[in-house]
């Protein structure tokens, strides 16, 4: 994604760097010089390991295109990327899906390979193995095995550097509620913006296999401010009257505008949302901006938001044409039936405009709804009779189809990198 | 088959037959004796086309002898062989006591014709990879490496002694292959009585149904059926054993029974123990702590242990004027398996563990009536299969073993203290009729009935309530009605049996999809299926030693309880699924050349639809749901060969081309001719042993072998078709592709020996597994055992 370092400062050259080519300004991530790489990946199958296909483009894809050639990588945990400057990386291992941090490297020749792997000593939790990028240096993810400490990493090296307690923070409320049964801290949102950490607080109502999810104890959603300077707890902000921040795969469920604001999921009170929202918090602030929101509630009823992407003031989105139903293929339609359209909303106005040229899709799950790479906004496509199954661009409301892919299975994500010839 | 034996001395004493009460229909019995009276095991005795070998107790038996005359034939190492004639009518049922005398005068080798019962079942009509364990029971191997050395059969196995067993033939695995004892299913069992715990001298041998099943297996399978046949028990009988192995193994049994002098009654008992640490090393990646990076290392396994125990007893009323046998048996088993990872060798568990238990009384009664043409086999059985699953560790483990303890419940993700007790009520009726003596007709109908509910303190509640999701009770009923005509042609040249299946079933329970919604009687559920099913097999026996063999079916695999109910916990119900249906067909050959050398070569095609695969809807939850078609065709070759005196080779391969059809998706065409993912395509076996009599003292017996088994690469997931391996059959190279989801080729060369004592009663085995320390895979790369020692000593009266 484009965003995270575009509006941080601190990275505005590294990705000025990674869209002119070969520059001696060094930014995050090693192969800076070089030729650039397009790499897509695609889910073979929707099962819980995620297998499926990543292969290494030398120009951005059209027409048709196949992931699975001889040149493409099989792996696991293919939902989706969650890339940081000219680092491929992901939450699940290729190699089993366990949950952690990877980092995939591409050689010139377009073969991909496991670089670096950063385990979660929890590879149970959900969650686990949320993360968010300060810079080449520093970072900081989540690990179940500690659900009140955030665990802090060295990016380059790809190694766990230590963690912060935050005990504290998370005990601010509820601490002798007896049925709150979990709490944790950064297990589902991560983000970095203007030298603060946001993490979310989670106070669950249940202690088992789903624990942090569809289950707050709270009707607001709870978000502590750490300063990255000197890893210290400031406060805790909240988004009321929703929740279901985010969720744990590789869509993040936020984006940064242009301008540096920050846009965040809820998904609302359970899978099949109610008072799902998109929040703000704006570039120079630390609280929650409370005079702006969208709430889906005010779109459709029963729907969810469930992915967004920011840029020039406007938010890019998918928005269920119907009400969720619950249930697998054929009886449900959160995943496999296209009922999620694509919309512009002016952040400003709130005025939706339905994109036009391209079909409803299903639901983009871990992989990102809208990305930008080479200055184009694509949109991922995906239908259910899989006629549609790649990237199309858009031009103000309109999309156009760029690449179709025939083979490999569901889209899940696109990233360009630069790797050393 | 022809079977060549050294005779020394061979004189005939007595020929007594004994006219006694209609048995079953055609059955000849008796026993074997030496000139003392004595019990005279593995003696051949051959009654007109069919044969046997005594049991250790002299006893033997052959069923389905036509009405006439027949030519009789007994031969053992050491004596003389008999020859006679003997005339049976429909109304008899004979009873035969042979003694057989030793000369000590050394004559000619000579060749016996004969089939043991094992050899019988080889050559069925409908065609089945045999196991002979009784063959082998002093080998001190166990039942999962005999079978993998089998053509066509792969036992999937994710650990060491007593892992759970997953057997795939032809491609076909999990609930789409069936279990029986003795003709009986045996799902009531749960994991008490299966090929990873039985030890080998419990059994006769092991029937391995490739697609068409006879219709005395009552059963929906689709891709094949495993018949557990016991050890058969005449007069009296006594076998011990004990076996001592790496990884602390240990397994003891004894096997008695006797028979009244009259005959009319009969009791027994087996009873067996296992105990293994499987405490092997294996690749795994182990976190460092500081950095959480993964340095792979050869690991110890710490909490991998099985232990089970198993009792058997039954009294038997026999040769009655109202019942051939009436026999009441009482079986129970409790299990113990520790769990030291999940599905992925990803995280080490030090606590987690599973339990089971039932106790099963069973009914059987036998009965043949109007002179013997018609014959009744009637099972009952009820019990109650307790299942447990504790995961409630306050902490988690390290691969190093070490403990670190946190305030959330349970290493896996499913933290459970869980009791689940499945009531379950298993009816067969089999009923036989000769019409003339070349037509006979069976009946076959198997009801079973199940009723689930639980309980589990740390499983899911329904939203808002307290209520125990575990604690909603499912029904299950099933019935099976199978037909079949079989009728002998030219001469018996000519065996054909036609089959029709009628399938049904019912099932109730809770539609409760989302754990997060409230239940209402709307979300009740009770469907119901019929299906058809039928089955056509042929034989012609082209000449003594050659025959040819086809079989074409249609038919249908029910939804199991699982699949219909979910577990209640990841995986929710879906009471819209359809039954799997299957066209299969086979053809196979079989010759044996000059009595020394045996060929067999079979092919098969299979074109299965809506198959039923765990799908995930909404995460974390999942749901059996009918997925894909497959189709393909595949072929076995096996030869056994004795190519000196003392010296016989086996081998054999199978290869099989499953191919995903159907698929109508624009994003998966490309899967379409694809092969069926993470199902091995190629595998073999190669095995040598040597047989020599009088090694170190007069009367012993030394018998030495050595067995390798190769499996070719296969892939975790869907790879397309034209990145798959090159060469003859796809047996070159690596696919085009560059994956982490190969499992690599594997080979696996195990040796040993048994070494019967002068006076026969005491037997030695001891085998080395895996004696090249190969690393082994099965299910998503879990590893196997390495190296292994193993040390056997049997008794047998």
């Known amino acids: 994604m484009k965003s995270l370092t575009l509006k941080t400062g601190l990275l505005a050259v590294a990705m000025a760097t990674l869209f002119t080519g070969c520059s001696d300004d060094d930014t995050p991530g090693p192969g800076n010089h070089g030729t650039d790489k397009y790499v897509l990946i695609t889910m073979s199958e929707n099962n819980l390991n995620k297998p499926g296909f990543a292969t290494a483009f030398d120009a951005l894809p059209t027409g048709s295109i196949v992931n699975n050639s001889s040149q493409s990588k099989q792996g696991m945990g293919f939902g989706g990327w969650r890339p940081y400057g000219n680092w491929l990386l992901k939450m699940f291992s290729m190699e089993s899906n366990a949950l952690g941090i990877e980092r995939l490297k591409v050689d010139a020749d377009r073969t991909i390979s496991s670089d670096k792997f950063i385990a979660t000593a929890d590879n149970k939790t959900n969650g686990s193995g949320n993360f968010a990028i300060v810079n080449e240096t520093s970072g900081y993810y989540w690990d179940g095995a500690k659900p009140l400490a955030i665990q802090t990493f060295n990016p380059t090296a790809m190694s766990r550097t230590g963690e912060i307690d935050l005990t504290a923070a998370v005990n601010e409320r509820g601490e002798n509620e007896a049925d709150i049964k979990f709490r944790s801290i950064g297990q589902k949102f991560l983000a970095v913006k203007g030298g603060k950490l946001y993490a979310n607080i989670t106070y669950a109502k249940t202690d088992g296999p789903q624990k942090g999810f569809w289950d707050d104890f709270y009707e607001d959603v709870y978000i502590a401010v750490i300063d990255i300077a000197t890893n210290k707890y400031e406060k805790t902000i909240k988004i009321e009257d929703t929740g279901s921040i985010a969720y744990i795969n590789d869509n993040h469920m936020y984006d940064f505008d242009t301008n540096g604001d920050l846009y965040i999921v809820t998904q609302g009170r359970s899978a099949l949302g109610g008072k799902s929202k998109i929040s703000r918090i704006k570039a120079n602030e630390t609280d929650v901006d409370k005079t702006w929101g969208l709430n889906m509630d005010d779109i459709q009823t029963g729907g969810k938001f469930v992915s967004v992407f920011a840029k020039d003031g406007k938010i890019i989105t998918v928005i269920p044409n119907t009400a969720l139903i619950p249930g697998g293929e054929g009886v449900g339609n959160i995943n496999f039936e296209d009922i999620w359209e694509f919309y512009s909303i002016d952040i400003a106005s709130k005025a939706r405009t339905k994109i036009s040229g391209i079909p409803a899709v299903t639901n983009p799950g871990a992989a990102f709804c809208a990305i930008e790479i080479d200055g184009k906004v694509l949109l991922r496509v995906n239908t259910k009779d899989g006629s549609k199954n790649g990237y199309y661009q858009l031009n103000g409301t309109q999309a156009t189809e760029l690449f179709n892919v025939t083979a490999g299975g569901s889209v899940s994500g696109l990233y360009k990198i630069t790797v050393e010839n | ?797």
């Open chain 2, 1 to 797: 088959m022809y079977m060549k034996y050294r005779l020394y001395s061979i004189i005939f004493l007595v020929f007594n037959i004994v006219f006694a009460q209609a048995q079953s229909v055609g059955g000849i019995h008796g026993s074997i004796y030496t000139e003392k009276g004595q019990p005279l095991a593995d003696a051949t005795v051959r009654i007109g086309s069919q044969s046997t070998s005594s049991l250790s107790n002299g006893a033997f038996s052959i069923n389905n002898i036509p009405a006439g005359k027949h030519a009789i034939q007994v031969s053992a190492i050491g004596y003389q062989t008999f020859q006679d004639s003997i005339l049976k009518t429909a109304q008899d049922d004979l009873k035969l006591e042979i003694r057989l005398l030793a000369n000590g005068q050394r004559i000619q080798e000579v060749s016996v014709t004969g089939k043991s019962e094992t050899q019988q079942v080889r050559e069925q009509t409908i065609r089945a990879v045999v196991v002979d364990t009784r063959a082998v029971s002093t080998q001190a191997t166990t039942l999962t490496d005999l079978m993998n050395r089998s053509t066509g059969v792969r036992i999937r196995q994710n650990g060491g002694l007593g892992s759970r067993p997953e057997i795939s033939i032809n491609g076909f695995q999990g609930k789409a292959i069936k279990y029986f004892k003795d003709g009986i299913p045996i799902d009531y069992m749960g994991d008490g009585y299966n090929i990873a715990s039985l030890p080998l001298e419990v059994l006769e041998r092991i029937e391995v149904y490739k697609g068409v099943l006879p219709v005395s297996l009552g059963a929906d399978a689709l891709g094949g059926a495993v018949n557990l046949v016991p050890a058969k028990r005449r007069g009296a009988q006594l076998n011990a054993f004990y076996e001592i192995g790496s990884f602390n193994t240990h397994r003891i049994g004894v096997v008695a029974s006797r028979e009244s002098n009259d005959q009319k009654w009969a009791y027994g008992t087996e009873l067996f123990f296992n105990h293994a640490d499987n405490d092997y090393k294996a690749l795994v990646g182990v976190r460092d702590p500081n950095t959480a990076n993964l340095e792979y290392k050869r690991m110890r396994m710490f909490h991998n242990g099985f232990e089970n125990f198993y009792g058997e007893a039954f009294v038997a009323l026999q040769n009655r004027s109202w019942a051939d046998e009436l026999r009441l048996s009482v079986a129970g088993f409790a299990l113990e398996r520790e769990q030291q990872h999940p599905a992925l060798m990803t995280d080490a568990y030090g606590a987690a563990m599973g339990k089971q238990q039932t106790v099963v009384p069973s009914l059987r009664y036998k009965k043949s009536f109007l002179d013997g043409k018609l014959s009744v086999d009637q099972f009952a059985s009820y019990n109650n299969l307790k299942t447990r699953r504790i995961d409630t560790l306050m902490g988690r483990y390290d691969w190093y073993g070490e403990f670190t303890p946190n305030s959330t419940r349970g290493e896996s993700r499913l933290p459970s203290l869980s009791r689940v007790n499945e009531n379950q009520l298993i009816l067969r009726t089999n009923i036989g009729y000769q019409i003339n003596p070349t037509t006979k007709l069976d009946f076959n109908y198997v009801f079973t009935d199940a009723q689930r509910d639980g309980e589990d303190p740390y499983g899911p509640r329904l939203d808002g309530t307290d209520i125990d999701v575990l604690s909603l009770q499912s029904t299950y009923q099933k019935q099976v009605f199978g037909v079949s005509l079989d009728k002998y042609w030219l001469e018996e040249k000519l065996h054909n049996q036609l089959m029709g299946k009628y399938y049904r079933y019912n099932a109730s329970g809770i539609q409760n999809t989302w754990f997060s919604t409230n239940i209402t009687e709307a979300d009740k559920r009770n469907v119901s299926g019929n299906y058809w099913g039928i089955a056509e097999a042929l034989r012609y026996r082209i000449t003594p030693q050659a025959f040819v063999r086809g079989s074409l079916e249609y038919t249908y695999r029910l939804p199991e309880r699982e699949e219909l109910f979910g577990n209640n916990i990841f995986v929710v119900p879906n009471f819209e699924l359809e039954a799997e249906k299957s066209l299969n067909a086979s053809l196979g050959y079989q010759q044996t050349f000059a009595g020394s050398l045996t060929v067999e070569a079979n092919t098969f095609y299979r074109n299965t639809k809506g198959l039923i695969l765990l799908v995930p809807i909404q995460a974390p939850n999942a749901q059996y749901q009918n997925q894909e078609n497959v189709r393909g065709f595949g072929f076995d070759l096996d030869i056994n060969y004795r190519f000196a005196k003392h010296y016989r080779a086996m081998a054999n391969a199978t290869w099989q081309n499953l191919r995903l059809h159907g698929i109508t998706n624009a994003q998966d065409l490309w899967k379409n001719d694809a092969r069926l993912r993470n199902t091995p395509y190629f595998f073999a076996n190669a095995g040598i042993q040597s047989d020599y009599n009088n090694v170190f003292s007069t009367n012993d017996n030394l018998k030495a072998f050595v067995n390798y088994n190769f499996m070719r690469e296969f892939y975790l997931e869907t790879i397309p078709k034209e990145l798959e391996p090159g060469g003859f059959l796809g047996l070159s190279g690596q696919a085009n592709i560059n994956s982490n989801l190969r499992i690599p080729n594997q080979h696996l060369l195990n040796a040993g020996f048994t070494y019967k004592l002068p006076t026969g009663h005491i037997h030695l085995g001891a085998e080395v597994r895996n004696l090249l320390d190969k690393d082994l895979y099965d299910y998503y790369r879990v590893q196997r055992p390495g190296r292994s020692f193993h040390l056997k000593l049997s008794y047998q009266l």
